[in-house]
């Protein structure tokens, strides 16, 4: 699902990630993931999708709701996991947004 | 492919869609777009991945060179048939890299 996030300006984490053959406990470990950050106080939504490369994003009301949950312990245990075992590779961008516009087909 | 982009700050362009049925002309649009923008002025990397939705993420060194991009002759054409026959549902934001961070396997 497209994210319904709020008028800008708000922020944006967008990680790309290139990934090991170790997906062991990836799957449980994603969902839990989800289940935690969509309870975390400024958050506004996320966007995932994966082929040769897995782009998700998530939005944010603040670069301080980005730091709480980059400082979430159970978060913090799962990137450590990340970093040994899932991910062969992978970027992370902060970003401001500062525009948008959408379009719906058969808008009235 | 993760973009190999500049220290922040730069801009990205989130596009994330959710397309029809109708995909006819898509791939070969799709290459031609990827030709035209890897040669503008201020270009400086992409990301793409698609399953339930589509995620291209687009990098660029200033507001000015992602303007440029949008008033291209040949893009705003195929804009206007992405709008009328391959995408039900798009959202576009405008984005301040301001922070990045980056993890790469073994590397010494």
Known sequence: MIARTPHAPYYAVIFTSIMTEGESGYNEA?????????????FLGME????????TVSYWESIEAIKNWK?????????????SVWYKNFKVRICKVEREYEFE???S
Not at 71 to 83: A, P
């Open 30 to 42: 994603s969902e839990r993931m989800m289940e935690l950050v969509s309870q975390q106080e400024g």
């Open 48 to 55: 995932s999708a994966r082929n040769e490369i897995g782009i």
């Open 71 to 83: 400082m979430h312990m159970e978060h913090t245990e799962v990137r450590e996991k990340g970093r």
């Open 105 to 107: 087909k058969n808008k």
